[in-house]
Structure formats: structure tokens, C-alpha cells
């Protein structure tokens, strides 16, 4: 009797939470597709990640700056993190404005 090993994939798409704001009011929230962009950046499609959401390429780079500063104590450019900061927000209203255009 042989034993093969099985390798579970687990999917990100199963642990999805729902939009709230979207259910109960009707009309997506900031915040909407920023879970499906990064199971699109899990999956390698990049383009396709921004087009969901296109500030997730300011957000990873954000919360990493943090990081480092805060829990790892690495001395970081605190007007790098304003900046990341401002541009993650930016980005995230005018993709909001631009989805109620659209």
C-alpha cells in the first residue's frame, strides 16, 4: 500500500469577505476590489490587479515601509510614508469617483 501525499490548495476566493456597504445600500464602498486584486496579484496577473483596484501597487509598498518601521524598528523616511500615504488615498477616491462615472 502506497501513500501519496495530497496538496490542498487553499483558495483565497472561499475566504472572501462581502462588501457590507454593497449589500445593504447598493453602491460599492472604497475599498471594494481591493481582495480580488490581491488574489490577482497571488495568481500573477498584475494588469489585471490594477485595473481592479488600482491602488493595491501603492498599498503593498505602504503597509511593508510600516512594518519596518514600527515592528521592526528599521529607520524609515517618515516623508516616504506621508507620501505613499497621500498617493494610496489619492488613488483610492478618484478609482471611487471614477467607478460612479463609469
Do not use: W
Amino acid at each position: 500500500m502506497y501513500l501519496t501525499p495530497t496538496i490542498t490548495a487553499i483558495h483565497v476566493e472561499d475566504y472572501m469577505l462581502p462588501c457590507l456597504n454593497k449589500q445593504l445600500l447598493g453602491v460599492d464602498c472604497p475599498g471594494c476590489g481591493l481582495q480580488r486584486s490581491v488574489n490577482l496579484l497571488l495568481h500573477g496577473e498584475f494588469l489585471a490587479a490594477f485595473q481592479m483596484y488600482p491602488a493595491i501597487y501603492t498599498i503593498i509598498p505602504l503597509f511593508a515601509l510600516v512594518i519596518c518601521d514600527k515592528v521592526l524598528n528599521v529607520k524609515v523616511n517618515n516623508f516616504l510614508i506621508s507620501g505613499l500615504g497621500i498617493a494610496t488615498v489619492a488613488l483610492i477616491l478618484i478609482n471611487y469617483i471614477f467607478k460612479f462615472i463609469h
